[in-house]
């Protein structure tokens, strides 16, 4: 629990936007109730929270209002993940896996439906079918104007050879 934490105590923080999992040490840790939030006048009061700072190489993170018999964390604003041993870090990276394994199988179907969904405005808007093929047509110019830049180049090239 992380009421339970110790300063000087390693937890395992996961980083998940880098992912790299990183042994952090607790700098401080204080549990106390948690204070009226006028800005969320609904919100439930579920018993003492506890922030711990912790320490990760020569970075300082506060982690502000945990449960205080939590044992995870997660801070998606952060792209961080703590918890009180790596056996639950653990669980959170197979979860991870599988949630992006699920979008990447996702992809081909949402490839298609961005296609369908492009072609469909393009259809109901005869704007933006005129700026998709001008569009095209520029690439196509480009793209020639670049190839007789080069064959330009090779004959000059070899033209000041000949001399």
């Given at each position: 629990?992380?009421?339970?934490?110790?300063?000087?105590?390693?937890?395992?923080v996961?980083?998940?936007?880098?992912?790299?999992?990183?042994?952090?040490?607790?700098?401080?840790?204080?549990?106390?109730m948690?204070?009226?939030?006028?800005?969320?006048?609904?919100?439930?009061?579920?018993?003492?929270v506890?922030?711990?700072?912790?320490?990760?190489?020569?970075?300082?993170?506060?982690?502000?209002?945990?449960?205080?018999?939590?044992?995870?964390?997660?801070?998606?604003?952060?792209?961080?993940?703590?918890?009180?041993?790596?056996?639950?870090?653990?669980?959170?990276?197979?979860?991870?896996?599988?949630?992006?394994?699920?979008?990447?199988?996702?992809?081909?179907?949402?490839?298609?439906?961005?296609?369908?969904?492009?072609?469909?405005?393009?259809?109901?808007?005869?704007?933006?079918?005129?700026?998709?093929?001008q569009?095209?047509?520029l690439?196509?110019?480009?793209?020639?104007?670049?190839?007789?830049?080069?064959?330009?180049?090779?004959?000059?090239?070899?033209?000041?050879?000949?001399?």
């Open positions: 629990m992380f009421q339970s934490l110790t300063q000087g105590a390693t937890i395992p996961f980083y998940k936007n880098i992912p790299r999992v990183a042994d952090g040490r607790v700098i401080s840790v204080n549990t106390h948690p204070t009226y939030n006028p800005q969320q006048p609904m919100a439930l009061m579920n018993g003492p506890t922030d711990i700072t912790v320490q990760v190489g020569q970075e300082t993170i506060p982690f502000a209002g945990l449960p205080a018999n939590g044992v995870v964390a997660n801070f998606p604003e952060k792209g961080l993940f703590i918890a009180t041993d790596r056996s639950a870090v653990l669980r959170e990276i197979e979860v991870t896996k599988t949630t992006l394994k699920q979008d990447l199988d996702q992809m081909p179907i949402k490839q298609k439906l961005y296609s369908d969904y492009e072609a469909l405005s393009m259809e109901l808007n005869p704007e933006l079918k005129k700026d998709a093929e569009a095209r047509e690439a196509t110019v480009r793209t020639e104007l670049s190839e007789v830049k080069r064959l330009l180049s090779e004959l000059i090239g070899t033209k000041n050879k000949e001399e």
